[in-house]
Protein backbone atom coordinates (compact mmCIF):
# COMPACT_ATOMS: atom_id res chain seq x y z
CA UNK A 1 0.00 0.00 0.00
CA UNK A 2 1.09 3.28 -0.78
CA UNK A 3 -0.45 6.83 0.49
CA UNK A 4 0.69 10.25 -1.47
CA UNK A 5 -0.92 12.75 -3.24
CA UNK A 6 -0.74 13.68 -7.19
CA UNK A 7 1.91 16.24 -6.27
CA UNK A 8 4.22 13.29 -5.94
CA UNK A 9 2.66 10.60 -8.57
CA UNK A 10 6.04 10.85 -10.54
CA UNK A 11 8.08 9.47 -7.64
CA UNK A 12 5.93 5.82 -8.65
CA UNK A 13 6.36 5.66 -12.67
CA UNK A 14 8.61 2.87 -12.33
CA UNK A 15 6.66 0.83 -10.15
CA UNK A 16 4.18 -0.16 -13.13
CA UNK A 17 4.51 0.91 -16.56
CA UNK A 18 1.08 2.15 -16.87
CA UNK A 19 1.31 4.38 -13.71
CA UNK A 20 2.38 7.82 -15.60
CA UNK A 21 -0.61 6.90 -18.02
CA UNK A 22 -3.18 6.66 -14.90
CA UNK A 23 -1.97 9.57 -12.89
CA UNK A 24 -1.85 11.38 -16.06
CA UNK A 25 -5.27 10.81 -16.46
CA UNK A 26 -6.14 11.83 -12.75
CA UNK A 27 -3.79 14.94 -13.07
CA UNK A 28 -6.10 16.39 -16.42
CA UNK A 29 -9.26 15.68 -14.41
CA UNK A 30 -10.37 19.34 -13.83
CA UNK A 31 -13.78 18.79 -12.62
CA UNK A 32 -15.29 15.55 -11.11
CA UNK A 33 -18.57 16.65 -12.72
CA UNK A 34 -16.92 16.59 -16.54
CA UNK A 35 -16.65 12.78 -15.72
CA UNK A 36 -19.40 10.30 -17.12
CA UNK A 37 -20.94 7.99 -14.58
CA UNK A 38 -19.64 4.05 -14.36
CA UNK A 39 -16.30 3.17 -16.11
CA UNK A 40 -13.95 5.16 -17.89
CA UNK A 41 -11.75 3.65 -20.96
CA UNK A 42 -8.26 5.03 -20.88
CA UNK A 43 -6.05 1.92 -22.64
CA UNK A 44 -9.27 -0.97 -22.46
CA UNK A 45 -9.13 -3.82 -19.97
CA UNK A 46 -5.43 -2.63 -19.23
CA UNK A 47 -6.53 1.08 -17.84
CA UNK A 48 -9.77 2.22 -16.78
CA UNK A 49 -11.29 4.58 -14.26
CA UNK A 50 -14.80 4.89 -12.30
CA UNK A 51 -16.34 7.36 -10.66
CA UNK A 52 -18.02 7.20 -7.11
CA UNK A 53 -20.22 9.45 -5.78
CA UNK A 54 -21.83 8.56 -2.62
CA UNK A 55 -21.81 7.95 1.29
CA UNK A 56 -19.20 6.16 2.95
CA UNK A 57 -20.53 2.67 4.60
CA UNK A 58 -18.92 3.09 7.92
CA UNK A 59 -16.10 1.37 9.69
CA UNK A 60 -18.01 -0.92 11.18
CA UNK A 61 -19.76 -1.79 7.90
CA UNK A 62 -16.50 -1.67 5.35
CA UNK A 63 -15.41 -4.81 4.53
CA UNK A 64 -11.42 -5.86 3.41
CA UNK A 65 -11.44 -7.07 -0.26
CA UNK A 66 -8.28 -8.01 -2.45
CA UNK A 67 -8.20 -7.92 -6.58
CA UNK A 68 -5.78 -10.70 -8.65
CA UNK A 69 -5.97 -9.03 -11.45
CA UNK A 70 -5.51 -5.24 -11.31
CA UNK A 71 -4.14 -2.64 -8.48
CA UNK A 72 -6.39 0.44 -7.58
CA UNK A 73 -5.37 3.66 -7.12
CA UNK A 74 -8.20 4.62 -4.97
CA UNK A 75 -8.15 9.04 -5.41
CA UNK A 76 -10.08 11.21 -3.25
CA UNK A 77 -11.81 14.19 -5.15
CA UNK A 78 -13.49 15.46 -2.25
CA UNK A 79 -14.76 14.86 0.96
CA UNK A 80 -13.09 12.52 3.38
CA UNK A 81 -12.84 8.53 3.07
CA UNK A 82 -11.33 5.94 5.69
CA UNK A 83 -9.12 2.97 3.94
CA UNK A 84 -8.78 0.16 5.92
CA UNK A 85 -5.60 -2.06 5.37
CA UNK A 86 -3.84 -5.17 5.73
CA UNK A 87 -2.19 -7.36 4.02
CA UNK A 88 -2.76 -10.60 2.46
CA UNK A 89 -0.69 -13.07 4.41
CA UNK A 90 -0.57 -16.87 2.44
CA UNK A 91 -3.09 -19.33 3.19
CA UNK A 92 -5.92 -16.22 3.94
CA UNK A 93 -9.09 -17.50 3.55
CA UNK A 94 -11.78 -15.32 2.07
CA UNK A 95 -15.63 -15.63 1.13
CA UNK A 96 -14.80 -17.10 -2.55
CA UNK A 97 -13.29 -15.15 -5.26
CA UNK A 98 -15.21 -14.02 -8.29
CA UNK A 99 -12.95 -13.94 -11.37
CA UNK A 100 -15.59 -11.75 -13.13
CA UNK A 101 -15.54 -8.86 -11.10
CA UNK A 102 -11.71 -9.68 -9.66
CA UNK A 103 -12.55 -9.49 -6.32
CA UNK A 104 -12.65 -11.65 -3.30
CA UNK A 105 -13.67 -10.05 -0.06
CA UNK A 106 -13.15 -11.20 3.54
CA UNK A 107 -16.17 -10.60 5.67
CA UNK A 108 -15.05 -12.93 8.74
CA UNK A 109 -12.17 -10.34 9.48
CA UNK A 110 -11.64 -7.65 11.18
CA UNK A 111 -9.99 -4.47 9.79
CA UNK A 112 -6.62 -3.88 12.07
CA UNK A 113 -5.64 -0.69 10.40
CA UNK A 114 -7.43 2.40 9.04
CA UNK A 115 -5.87 5.54 7.43
CA UNK A 116 -7.84 9.05 6.74
CA UNK A 117 -7.96 9.78 2.90
CA UNK A 118 -9.06 13.17 2.66
CA UNK A 119 -9.71 15.56 -0.83
CA UNK A 120 -5.93 14.79 -2.98
CA UNK A 121 -4.63 11.91 -1.65
CA UNK A 122 -4.47 8.94 -3.40
CA UNK A 123 -3.87 4.75 -2.09
CA UNK A 124 -2.08 2.35 -4.29
CA UNK A 125 -3.71 -1.13 -3.57
CA UNK A 126 -1.52 -3.96 -5.32
CA UNK A 127 -2.70 -7.97 -5.07
CA UNK A 128 -1.24 -8.24 -1.89
CA UNK A 129 -3.08 -5.27 -0.06
CA UNK A 130 -6.11 -6.37 1.78
CA UNK A 131 -8.12 -3.10 1.61
CA UNK A 132 -11.84 -1.77 3.05
CA UNK A 133 -12.84 1.25 1.07
CA UNK A 134 -15.55 3.18 2.10
CA UNK A 135 -15.05 3.60 6.02
CA UNK A 136 -15.86 7.14 6.14
CA UNK A 137 -19.79 7.83 7.22
CA UNK A 138 -19.90 11.28 5.15
CA UNK A 139 -20.23 12.07 1.61
CA UNK A 140 -17.44 11.60 -0.90
CA UNK A 141 -16.33 12.09 -4.86
CA UNK A 142 -13.51 9.60 -5.55
CA UNK A 143 -11.77 8.11 -8.69
CA UNK A 144 -10.77 4.55 -8.97
CA UNK A 145 -8.25 3.17 -12.00
CA UNK A 146 -7.82 -0.16 -12.23
CA UNK A 147 -4.58 -0.88 -13.40
CA UNK A 148 -3.97 -4.31 -15.27
CA UNK A 149 -1.16 -6.32 -13.17
CA UNK A 150 -0.56 -8.34 -16.63
CA UNK A 151 -0.87 -7.66 -20.39
Known amino acids: MIIDTLRNAHVYYGCHKRFEEAFSFLSKVSSFDELPSGR ?4 GDRLYAFTLDGEGKGSDAAVLETH ?4 DIQY ?5 DLMG ?5 PGTIGDGYDPDKDIEFYSKLPV ?3 FP ?18 GATGHMRKIIVKVATSD
Not at 120 to 130: C, E, H, I, K, Q
Open 40 to 43: IDID
Open 112 to 114: PHW
Open 68 to 71: RRYI
Open 85 to 89: WNPLS
Open 76 to 80: TVSGE
Open 117 to 134: APAGAFFLFFPSDMHAPL
